[in-house]
């Protein structure tokens, strides 16, 4: 069966779950929006860290899409600067959600805000600027020409809790196994504070040469800022107009840590406590992640595993039998909606365990890579606990084949994915 994109395999999902499910639509969309908003701080994660996993699950494809906190939608129309984040709402509350952006008093007008972003700027011209006070959650973008070429910076403020998961996420580099970067190192400043600074490219396949620079700062107080910067006057669609971004990673960092930035912040609402804010709690979780499990499902195997890690719900590991390196990748995920994840594994194709698992297989040519091919299983247990392995014929999948088949077979991917301990180790 060969592989099609998650967006053609989420379409047809979604029209068969609308023609044989009746759903009770309002807990249907409640229940995808308060997913999608956790899913869209764990995709920004991984954004900022230089791409998204490639074995993000079909749910977070809209939440990629939507942008949290630079908004970056990438429509086919020419933007003259970064779009801004879209203004949730000001619900709070026990059920909030600590990762997405709120508005504050209106305070800190956008004017105010992009004063204060024109005076930190290293001289030259901001054209084409928007701005967006505390009334909504602050953001300031603009085309910035030092004489070298117009590129497009912007910088977004919000609250987080400088404990919980998504605090430790937005200020983790990515893995560069995984993930297409040049650079990526995490700071600790005097005052306890955070600043990831990392340089990688606006389309992690690198199918345009637009490069994206940022600095995320965390502060012990909960505050989150984010700046940007691309080689370009927009973020997409348009060619790029010089080989690097205009500001320094020194720059960078110093615009972030200013506090002039404090006013606006101060305005904001503090975060929710995040639950994974509890230290023993979060180091358990940790322990139980795919990433560390894969290490002991593989070993029966008798493969050299060469380098091995993951995040977020996500594990990989880089084997080799003798005959060329291969990456395997794994991904657990708990799912929510439930008639769309049903449709997904129905039809052709798809068998049913003794226990009432689902499986679904597929081998065919990978989504990125020359020559590259992926063997899949595929899997949703009754409970709604997703467990997808892949395997290519590559160490890396952006690069070139490195052997014939994959490492590992079909059935040793069943294997792995139909682990009885799943839910287990995944609790």
């Given amino acids: 069966m060969p592989l099609v994109p998650l967006e053609d395999e989420l379409g047809e999902a979604l029209r068969r779950a609308g023609n044989g499910f009746t759903a009770d639509r309002a807990a249907l969309v409640e229940a995808g929006e308060r997913r999608g908003r956790r899913l869209v701080a764990r995709r920004r994660a991984a954004v900022i860290g230089g791409s998204a996993l490639a074995l993000a699950v079909v749910a977070t494809t809209g939440a990629y899409t939507g942008g949290l906190l630079d908004g970056s939608g990438g429509g086919s129309r020419p933007q003259p600067v970064a779009a801004p984040p879209p203004a949730p709402s000001r619900g709070s509350g026990p059920g909030a959600n600590p990762a997405v952006p709120r508005s504050g008093t209106g305070a800190v007008t956008g004017e105010q805000l992009l004063a204060v972003f ?3 700027l290293p001289g030259g011209k901001l054209t084409d600027t928007t701005a967006r006070g505390t009334e909504e959650p602050p953001y300031v973008s603009g085309v910035y020409d030092d004489g070298k ?14 404990h919980g998961s998504n605090a430790r996420e937005l200020t983790e580099c990515g893995d560069k196994n995984l993930q297409e970067y040049d650079d990526c190192t995490t700071e600790q400043l005097a005052d306890g504070s955070k600043v990831l600074l990392h340089q990688g490219y606006e389309y992690p396949d690198r199918r345009v040469d637009t490069k994206l620079w940022r600095a995320v700062l965390v502060t012990p107080r909960g505050y989150l800022v984010q700046a940007s910067e691309w080689n ?3 973020e ?6 010089r080989p690097s971004p205009p500001l320094t990673m020194a720059q960078l960092k110093a615009l972030v840590a200013s506090d002039k930035w404090h006013p606006a912040l101060d305005d904001l609402p503090a975060a929710e406590r995040d639950p994974a804010a509890d230290t023993q709690g979060a180091i358990a979780l940790r322990d139980r992640r ?3 499990a894969l290490k002991g499902l593989l070993t029966p195997y008798g493969i050299a595993i060469l380098s091995q890690g993951g995040q977020d719900g996500h594990g990989y590991a880089v084997l080799d039998d003798g005959q060329g390196k291969s990456l395997v990748q794994l991904s657990v995920q708990e799912t929510d909606n439930t008639a769309v994840f049903t449709a997904l594994f129905s039809g052709p194709g798809v ?3 003794p226990d009432g698992t689902r499986v679904r297989v597929a081998q065919g040519p990978a989504e990125k890579g020359k020559g590259v091919v992926e063997w899949s299983v595929d899997t949703l247990r009754k409970d709604g606990l997703r467990v997808l392995v892949s395997s290519y014929n590559t160490a890396n999948q952006t690069g070139t084949a490195t ?3 994959p490492v590992l077979t079909v059935e040793q991917l069943k294997e792995i994915a139909l682990t009885p301990g799943w839910n287990r180790l995944h609790n």
Avoid: I, Y
Wanted: glycine fraction near 2%; charged fraction near 25%.
């Fill in 118 to 120: 024109r005076e930190l």
């Fill in 149 to 162: 070429g117009r590129a497009a910076v912007s910088l977004t403020l919000a609250r987080v809790d400088p």
């Fill in 232 to 234: 370009a006057p927009a």
């Fill in 236 to 241: 997409k669609s348009v060619p790029v107009s």
């Fill in 290 to 292: 795919p990433e560390a």
């Fill in 351 to 353: 068998t049913t365990q």
């Fill in 403 to 405: 052997r014939e088949a």
